[in-house]
């Protein structure tokens, strides 16, 4: 089989009516936080099942939103300095450095290898007097096992943030992930489940917290927000457009982006069904295949959950482990993108050094089995034709061409 067949992380990801949406906010002259974002905003707060969402510029973004709403100063549940947070060793660098701006002090916890969510039990022997909340990150579209993890949270009264960056849509107990805490974020980068090229989301429930978000996202004002009037009041000598009532940053949205994010998130069942579907034929395929002789295996769903795949996680078998490299460059001349497992474990990136995160190498050791023998490739939006399923599936088994 000589010919190239192209398969990236993701194709055709806009439609024309997409594209349509786009070009129709340009033409309105109302670029930024208008009309059309707001009504993004409550469309997907009411279809996830929470009280408030509020668009960012990216799921990084929605992050680091969270993660300053808990140590803000107008926050009636603030968190002091130095408290800690929980969160998997296997996760993206902008689910970690909020922590860490925010003067927190990240607690890593090891992974399951079944299912490269978080450990729950390394989870409960790493929380202290100091532990004030998790940060959990739902892995390539999977759940952690939500029902013990609400406990735990529960009998040390920690807060819950849920990166759901990459699982938009996916439920545990029928309910929508990213709901279950007091935060929830989502991404809406270009390979993800719905894309606006970059945006995201944070959902939440309480009031207070909500209006601290708008703040926080727009500078640090008091524009927009239920808090405007008090402050007014009391600053009278001001002018009352820009009143800046805490810290803040600049991650609003554009309206293109959200035009484009509303018109696909209206899909967004569609497209997780069709994921779903993909996922299920490249594995069917390999597994049927006379070459198969579990040289790969594939995430643990629990039984609760239902998942919203953004990619296909992949586990090479551990005798493959030392050829993992070539292989992957292999794929990807193959025209087969691919990538690992988020960030590996983040104790091993070149940033770690400079903070003290470690204590021993074997806490960590599901975690670093995950980096060296896992990566994902993507799934589209699309069906896959046979002649694509054959392709993956003898790419994939050039894997035994390396030993």
């Known amino acids: 089989m000589n010919r190239i067949y192209k398969y990236p992380l993701l194709s055709e990801a806009f439609s024309k009516k997409d594209i349509n949406e786009g070009i129709n906010v340009l033409r309105s002259k109302h670029i930024t936080m208008s009309k059309i974002t707001k009504k993004f905003e409550k469309h997907f707060a009411k279809k996830m099942g929470a009280k408030y969402a509020l668009m960012t510029n990216s799921g990084s973004s929605a992050n680091l939103l969270a993660i300053s709403c808990l140590t803000n100063p107008l926050s009636e549940k603030k ?14 660098s902008t689910s970690l450095w909020p922590i860490i701006q925010n003067n927190l002090k990240p607690v890593f916890v090891d992974v399951e290898l079944e299912t490269f969510n978080i450990d729950i039990n390394d989870l409960e ?34 807060d819950l943030i849920e990166d759901t960056c990459e699982s938009l849509g996916a439920k545990y107990n029928k309910k929508k992930l990213g709901t279950f805490g007091r935060f929830g974020t989502y991404s809406f980068y270009y390979s993800h489940q719905i894309t606006s090229g970059e945006g995201g989301m944070i959902v939440c429930n309480d009031t207070k917290d909500y209006n601290i978000l708008k703040s926080l996202r727009s500078h640090g004002w008091s524009r927009d927000t239920n808090l405007h009037n008090s402050f007014k009041k009391n600053y009278k000598n001001l002018d009352d457009r820009f009143l800046f009532i805490g810290p803040g940053y600049n991650v609003r949205p554009t309206d293109v982006q959200a035009a484009i994010a509303l018109n696909q998130f209206k899909r967004l069942n569609e ?31 629990d039984d609760n959950s239902k998942p919203s795949w953004f990619g296909l996680p992949i586990l090479i078998n551990k005798r493959y482990t030392h050829i993992k490299r070539k292989f992957l460059n292999h794929l990807s001349k193959k025209g087969i993108e691919n990538r690992p497992i988020i960030s590996g474990n983040f104790l091993n990136q070149p940033a770690s050094k400079f903070f003290n995160f470690r204590s021993t190498k074997m806490d960590f050791k599901n975690a670093d ?17 046979k002649f694509g399923l054959k392709y993956i599936s003898n790419c994939l088994f050039d894997i035994d061409k390396f030993i």
């Open 79 to 92: 968190i002091s300095p130095n408290s800690e947070v929980i969160i998997p060793s296997i996760c993206w």
């Open 125 to 158: 022997n790493k929380i202290t007097k100091k532990t004030k909340a998790i940060m959990l990150i739902h892995v390539l579209g999977t759940s952690t096992n939500m029902t013990k993890l609400l406990k735990i949270a529960k009998k040390y009264k920690l």
């Open 271 to 301: 497209f997780i069904k069709i994921r779903n579907k993909n996922r299920n034929k490249i594995i069917n395929t390999l597994k049927i295949n006379n070459k198969w002789n579990n040289q790969f295996s594939f995430v643990r769903v």
């Open 369 to 385: 089995e995950v980096e060296n023998r896992g990566f994902f490739i993507g799934l589209h939006t699309k069906n896959l034709n």
